[in-house]
């Protein structure tokens, strides 16, 4: 199998407060771990490529200093919402892909973050 | 750039109907294709994918075939049921140093009993 874990799946939380979002595959080591961010009825946005030992690469008009991403482990990775303002909810979905598979991704459950 | 364009919904249909979503990309290189689907209040899943042309991928009653020729990866199930409500992604992946997947925008199904 190939799953992966997201936690918490709902926080809310004030604003002007920080929020950290844990993702982790429990029976495989992911190198690469990917974060999107859903908007309601919406399609998901790749925010950042998180690599394992490595910063991360994101996506343009994502603000690396407002979405912290930390890929400590080969089965962990985090985003931290820093400062979190009403703008900054939404649903945010971690994945993970497998080496030596075709590219196919492993999502987490996904975290609904909502800001006050 | 590398896209993936997919039917607009929501479809909706009733028990035991014919579905399909039609979804087109356009890329560079051999792509792998993928179903994704996201049930209410959840995360995304694989549903079926298929890495090369002519290849046909199958989960749970639904298919969709590689055709290379008309860059489509269409989505299909001869009977679907109220269980199937769902979002369906159509996703590419090209490894281009490392993978990274092109999402269609999804498309919402209702089924009605």
């Known amino acids: 199998g190939a799953v992966v874990s997201q936690h918490p799946s709902r926080v809310i939380c004030k604003s002007g407060t920080s929020v950290k979002i844990e993702c982790r595959s429990l029976d495989f080591q992911a190198t690469t771990m990917f974060w999107y961010r859903q908007f309601p009825k919406q399609s998901l946005m790749l925010m950042a490529t998180?690599?394992?030992?490595?910063?991360?690469?994101?996506e343009q008009g994502v603000e690396k200093d407002k979405f912290l991403i930390n890929h400590a482990s080969l089965t962990l990775s985090t985003l931290t919402v820093t400062s979190a303002h009403p703008e900054d909810s939404s649903f945010y979905i971690c994945?993970?892909?497998?080496?030596?598979?075709?590219?196919?991704?492993?999502f987490g459950e996904g975290s609904r973050l909502t800001v006050l | 750039g590398d896209s993936v364009t997919q039917m607009e919904g929501p479809v909706t249909l009733s028990e035991e109907a014919f579905l399909t979503i039609n979804c087109t990309y356009t890329?560079?290189?051999?792509?792998?294709l993928f179903w994704y689907v996201q049930y209410p209040g959840e995360g995304l899943q694989l549903l079926l994918k298929a890495t090369k042309a002519d290849d046909k991928g199958s989960n749970k009653g639904f298919e969709a075939t590689y055709r290379k020729e008309t860059t489509s990866f269409h989505l299909e199930k001869g009977s679907v049921q109220v269980s199937d409500s769902a979002v369906y992604f159509c996703?590419?992946?090209?490894?281009?140093?490392?993978?990274?997947?092109?999402f269609g925008a999804g498309t919402r199904l209702f089924v009605k009993a």
């Open positions: 998180s690599n394992e030992g490595s910063k991360a690469t994101y």
């Open positions: 996703a590419l992946t090209a490894n281009t140093g490392g993978f990274k997947t092109i």
């Open positions: 890329a560079t290189g051999y792509p792998s």
């Open positions: 994945s993970a892909t497998k080496s030596g598979g075709a590219g196919e991704l492993f």
